[in-house]
Structures are given as structure tokens and as C-alpha cells.
């Protein structure tokens, strides 16, 4: 006989949209509803309304963190401790799993949680990669007892699994690489470029560079911008394309005008055609500063596009340096123009690299692993804590279905 359905709620404080909700998403629509009774909870409806609407879709519960009826917007709300205390304590469930944009997110949610009695507490890590150094004492005293609390930390690439050992002293039997999956499916389907084409003004002759991300500091628009200055001196039909959206907008707009770049850019905003987007693009970019394992990165690949990405973090462990793509320094837009270049002028090593990263997805980040693999953690959490689970689908799960 069937045991009852394990009680998972995820958790999330972020206030936009990027790739760590998007991982949410992939795990929500992907895991075993036969076996998980799955439950969403945020503290800003607003700024995740797009994903909130998917995952209702879904049939997924969502229920808003609120403090006497109104959402939680201020600082004060955020780390009020008794508030959350109240929240778990009222929703009871047999594991809460928080999704970490970056270390210090979840921070009260989590001590909260535990003192709440929930029998298991799990994060995602998605950016191990920030020291807690540059933190205040008082942060870096709550990220430490917020750890503590933990009983597993996922983490999406072994660098970062070292990264996070390392920066955030945790627990090697509690930190666990679980690599980002990717849904294949989505970037297997014919789309019309010409519609798209025609939608951003582009020629049918145009050779487009693109990436996509929050138009945040860390992305490092700005060097991308500086490679596209260089490449432009180099191959009129070069054309190239932002996907996303962010505080820094309206500075990068103005920098493209600055560089005359006005006719090659195009600003998309924030899209959720990606899938679409990414079969425009002749070569897939990303000039960060720092990441984590970048699903954007996955989702080029996925498309079988080459990608040029700075070498910084878990990136090289998706990214190999010569086969799918290359890898470039921080902050030197010239390596990134040269690179770009050479890619654009050689069409036929393009294509090669793009099959390549292809089969380095679905060899290594596919869906289903990420969700068989994050089953089983699961699976293995509740019985820890003590409650029956259904071992014929554990079984399923640590055989990877």
C-alpha cells in the first residue's frame, strides 16, 4: 500500500525574476505528484507574478507570507522572525525547501522554520560564489546560525560545492552537487525566424550575438556592450540581441547610444519566448563577473549554440574551453570581441561547438536527472526524520527512473 504523499513546500524571499526561479519551476512541474503534495510560498507576489501564474497552472498551491494581511515589503517585515514563525507553524509540512538566489537570502526564514519544528530544511545555493567577508558582522553571525539549521544545501556544480565549503564553512555530508536540468523538449521545436527577424528590425543577412540575463552589475552588460563596439569596426552585418531586464536598463541603453551602437542593439526586455529567441542567435554570450551555473549557459547549449562565457566559477564545468565554446577573462571585452569574431567568421566551427554543447546537455543536465536526483534527496530526508516514505518510488529514484 502506498504511503501518504510527502508535505513540500518551497520557500523563496526574491523580489525578481532569473534563472535560480526558473529551477523552481523546472523542479515543481517535474517531480512525481503521485508522491508529493506541493506547495509554493513567497514574500512578494508582485515581483513573481509571472511565475506564481505558471505554477497555478500547474494546480500548485501559492500561498503569500503576509503580516496581518498586507505582503511583506520592508525591511522590518523581513526579518521578522515571529512573522514566519507563525507561517510554518500554521502550514505544517515535511520539508521546506529554500531557494537561494544569492547566500544571504532566506536568512530569517530559515531559523524561523527550524524553530517551527519543520522536519527538514533544504536550500539551493545558486551563488555560492560570494565570500560572507564583505557582509556585517551581524549578517555573517545569521548566514552562520541560519547554516546550522540546515539538514542538506544543494549546490549545482562541484566548484561551487568546493566554493561553498569554503566561503560558507558548511557541512561536507550536508552539501550535495545536484546539477541544473534543463527541459529539452522546449528548444526542439521549428520556429519562424523571419518572424522574429522581422519583430527587432533585423535583416535576413544579419549575424546575430545575443545573451540573455537580469541587466544587473554582475552580468557585466557593459563589457558586452565594449565587445560589440569592437566587432562592429570589424563585420557590418553584425547585429546584436539583450534578452532581459533589470536596474541597470536605462544606464545600458545609454551606453549603446554612447558607442553608436543604436542600430545594432536591440533591448528585449524580459521575455519568456527564450526558446525562440535563442534560434536568432549565431553566437550565445555571457560576460559575467561572478555566477553560479548559469541556466542560460544550458539553455544555449541546449539550442545548440556555441557559447563565449567569462571563466568564472561553475561556468568551465559547463563550458568546455575549445569543444562547446570558449572561455574568455572577466572584464576583457577585447578576448570577447576576438572570440566572437572568430566564431562569426568561421560558421562551420560554430555549428560543430553548438552540436557539442548539445550533447554535453543532454549527456549531463537534462530535466529528469535534477528531478530524480532531488527526489531521492527528499525521499531519503524524510525517512531520516522519522516518517514512512514510499520505497518502490525511492528505489525509482535512486535508480534514476
Known amino acids: 500500500m502506498m504511503s501518504e504523499r510527502i508535505r513540500l513546500m518551497y520557500f523563496s524571499d526574491a523580489h525578481a525574476l532569473g534563472g535560480a526561479e526558473e529551477y523552481l519551476y523546472l523542479l515543481m512541474e517535474g517531480l512525481d505528484r503521485w508522491r508529493f503534495d506541493i506547495q509554493f510560498a513567497c514574500t512578494d507576489e508582485k515581483a513573481l507574478e509571472p511565475l506564481i501564474a505558471r505554477l497555478r497552472s500547474l494546480g500548485i498551491t501559492v500561498r503569500a507570507v503576509t503580516e496581518r494581511g498586507f505582503a511583506v515589503t520592508d525591511r522590518a517585515s523581513r526579518h521578522n522572525i515571529t512573522m514566519f514563525w507563525r507561517f510554518f507553524r500554521s502550514h505544517r509540512v515535511d ?11 532566506c536568512r530569517i526564514p530559515i531559523l ?9 530544511l533544504v536550500t539551493t545555493n545558486h ?44 557541512d561536507p ?16 521545436r521549428a520556429f519562424d525566424q523571419m518572424v522574429l527577424r522581422r519583430e527587432f528590425d533585423l535583416g535576413s543577412e544579419a549575424v546575430i550575438i545575443g545573451t540573455v540575463g537580469r541587466l544587473t552589475a554582475q552580468k557585466a552588460h557593459d563589457v558586452f556592450l565594449q565587445a560589440a563596439a569592437r566587432i562592429k569596426r570589424r563585420s557590418r552585418r553584425a547585429r546584436f540581441i539583450i534578452v532581459g531586464d533589470g536596474e541597470l536598463r536605462e544606464q545600458l541603453e545609454q ?67 575549445g569543444e562547446t565554446g570558449w572561455l574568455v577573462p572577466p572584464d576583457d571585452a577585447e578576448a570577447l570581441a576576438d572570440r566572437i569574431l572568430a566564431l562569426i567568421e568561421n560558421p562551420q566551427r560554430a555549428r560543430a561547438m553548438g552540436a557539442a554543447g548539445r550533447h554535453r546537455v543532454e549527456s549531463l543536465f537534462r530535466k529528469e536527472r535534477m528531478v530524480a536526483q532531488t527526489e531521492q534527496l527528499y525521499a531519503q530526508l524524510v525517512e531520516r526524520s522519522g516518517r514512512r516514505v514510499d520505497r518502490f518510488s525511492l528505489r525509482r529514484a535512486i535508480a534514476g527512473r
Open 255 to 321: 551606453q549603446a547610444r554612447h558607442l553608436g551602437l543604436s542600430g545594432e542593439v536591440r533591448f528585449t526586455g524580459y521575455r519568456r519566448d527564450v526558446p525562440s529567441l535563442l534560434s536568432l542567435f549565431d553566437v550565445f554570450v555571457l560576460s559575467s563577473r561572478f555566477e553560479g551555473l548559469p541556466l542560460s549557459i544550458l539553455e544555449a547549449m541546449a539550442a545548440r549554440k556555441p557559447v563565449i562565457a567569462t571563466c568564472v566559477d561553475g561556468v568551465p564545468e559547463a563550458v568546455v574551453d
Open 127 to 170: 551563488l555560492p560564489t560570494l565570500s560572507p567577508q564583505a557582509y556585517t558582522w551581524k549578517g555573517r553571525l545569521l548566514l552562520h546560525l541560519a547554516g546550522r539549521c540546515l539538514d542538506m544545501t544543494i549546490v549545482e556544480s562541484e566548484i561551487n560545492r568546493r566554493l561553498a565549503l569554503d566561503h560558507l564553512h558548511l
Open 173 to 188: 555530508a550536508k552539501t550535495r552537487t545536484i546539477y541544473h536540468g534543463i527541459d529539452l523538449s522546449r528548444f526542439d
Open 112 to 120: 524561523a522554520a527550524r524553530l517551527a519544528g519543520v522536519p527538514a
Open 95 to 105: 520539508i521546506v525547501h529554500f531557494n537561494l538566489p544569492h547566500p544571504f537570502a
